[in-house]
């Protein structure tokens, strides 16, 4: 599969997931998976789905502008760049808002999110 088409389908079933149930976000991570956000490094599945779904919004609507997707080493991983808006309930205006995933190849042929930056 071409890597662009890859990162572009993985971005769009992450915010679906995200904006959707943050809960259901769990299989996209292994117990090595690291999110950091805002100064915090959280680390493994239940760790970063816990931090996820304790945001201080319930509801929200991510609207992507560009997604850079570049490959990472003989593993056959990828980096994958996104950058966009997040609509808030009840918020008028939308914020910016710049994620970064480190995608990591399965034994089973999927993708994991290795490494994730929030900006």
């Known amino acids: 599969m071409d890597p662009d088409a890859l990162a572009k389908a993985f971005v769009e079933h992450y915010y679906t997931t995200f904006d959707s149930n943050r ?3 769990a299989n996209l991570y292994q117990e090595g998976s690291m999110l950091s956000f805002e100064g ?3 680390q493994g599945a239940q ?4 931090k996820l779904t304790s945001l201080p919004f319930q509801q929200c609507q991510h609207s992507i502008t560009t997604v850079d997707c570049q490959p990472s080493g ?3 991983g990828m980096l994958v760049f ?3 808006n997040l609509q808030l309930a009840g918020e ?3 914020l910016k808002f710049s994620q970064m995933f480190h995608l990591m190849p399965t034994a089973t042929g999927s993708f ?3 490494m994730i930056f929030s900006g």
């Open 92 to 94: 008028q205006h939308a």
């Open 74 to 76: 003989p593993a056959g």
């Open 112 to 114: 994991y999110a290795l």
């Open 82 to 84: 996104v950058s966009g």
């Open 47 to 50: 760790g970063i789905v816990a």
């Open 40 to 42: 915090q490094k959280i």
């Open 23 to 25: 809960n259901g976000l």
